[in-house]
């Protein structure tokens, strides 16, 4: 069969979607399509190049070698029309990832974002953590996240712009009758002899469970084990209430039922968080974006180091450069 002499992008972002999760009905849900439209799309864009892309069972979907072929290059198209339509301003959305709903900071940057570039779409997404978020903007399916950028593995950070936008006073969430729940502020060395949750063995924040046993070295204070992954809040307070462990959390962190939040001093505790994208993205929500991100900074003094805080040495360095 000849060469298509056209090959139309929206068939190459079907078949990119499905190949970056190899499963048909999630790939539909991220495009907002029906199963059957996205499974006919793919069909045509077989047909057209002559090729079969997907090897389909009952179990599973994975790319044939021609699959693998054109993958590259359908990402190089779809890449180069996206920088297109931004040039004159028919961006697709930018979708950026807030980490969870409880986090005041990504919000409130998204919030002012969207202010400065009413004209454009910048959609909310929620990943739970940066190390997987960070996977996932690497790899297309969303344009930006929040977090800790000094955690993230170098393989990561090699694929990736960033920008600070805080260093957040941390706290620990009590249950209500806890010893320490009395106290305004809650000392580090309080915690001595306590197990602290910090997210250990969610294998979507390790870059937070890293923070936590740097700053509880030396202080008496455990990582708590893994506990079941909790989804939503309601789940995340049940699996809390069985092991009444602290929780390791930021100020902005929403109390829950039964619960307080303290924050920690001697010394101040101070979460890094930068703004994260893919090197190389061209969009004009991703400019509003890290315009916001630094208004807002600069606006609440976020990235202020307060005296007696608490940072690594890694996240203070790259606290302080940025690209």
């Given amino acids: 069969m000849p060469a298509p ?6 068939l190459l972002r079907a078949f990119v979607t499905v190949a970056e999760d190899l499963h048909f009905t999630r790939a539909a849900a991220r495009l907002y399509v029906a199963q059957q439209a996205l499974s006919r799309d793919v069909r045509r864009l077989e047909r ?4 079969e892309l997907f090897v389909r069972t009952t179990r599973q979907v994975t790319l044939t070698a021609d699959g693998e072929r054109l993958l590259p ?3 190089r198209v779809l890449q180069v029309q996206d920088e297109l ?25 998204l919030e002012r974002a969207r202010e400065l570039a009413p004209g454009q779409e910048l959609m909310a997404r929620y990943e739970s953590g940066l190390t997987y978020a960070a996977a996932e903007v690497l790899a297309g399916r969303i344009d930006a996240s929040f977090g800790r950028f ?36 809650v000392p580090l060395s309080a915690l001595a002899g306590e197990r602290v ?22 202080r008496g204070i455990d990582v708590a084990p893994p506990l ?20 390791l959390a930021v100020m902005g962190f929403p109390a829950m039922a039964l619960t307080v939040v303290r924050p920690l001093v001697d010394p101040v505790p101070l979460s890094p968080v930068s703004l994260v994208w893919r090197k190389g993205l061209v969009h004009p929500a991703l ?9 807002v900074a600069t606006e609440n003094d976020w990235l202020r180091a307060p005296a007696g805080g608490w940072i690594p040495a890694a996240d203070s360095a790259v606290m302080s450069a940025h690209n």
Avoid: C
């Fill in 5 to 10: 002499a056209h090959v139309d992008p929206r």
């Fill in 85 to 109: 339509l931004a040039a004159f301003g028919q961006a697709r959305p930018l979708l950026v990832d807030l980490n969870s709903p409880w986090l005041a900071t990504g919000r409130l940057v």
């Fill in 48 to 51: 057209e190049l002559g090729a």
């Fill in 150 to 185: 000094a955690g993230l593995p170098p393989a990561l950070r090699a694929g990736l712009g960033h920008q600070p936008v805080r260093r957040e006073p941390m706290a620990v969430v009590l249950p209500e009758d806890h010893p320490l729940a009395g106290l305004d502020e």
């Fill in 228 to 247: 079941p992954l909790a989804m939503g809040e309601e789940e995340f307070r049940r699996i809390m209430d069985k092991t009444r462990h602290p929780i």
């Fill in 73 to 75: 290059y359908a990402r």
């Fill in 197 to 218: 949750y910090a997210g250990a063995g969610n294998p979507r924040t390790p870059e937070w469970t890293d923070l936590a046993h740097r700053l509880f070295e030396g």
């Fill in 287 to 295: 400019d509003a974006l890290r315009r916001a991100a630094a208004q």
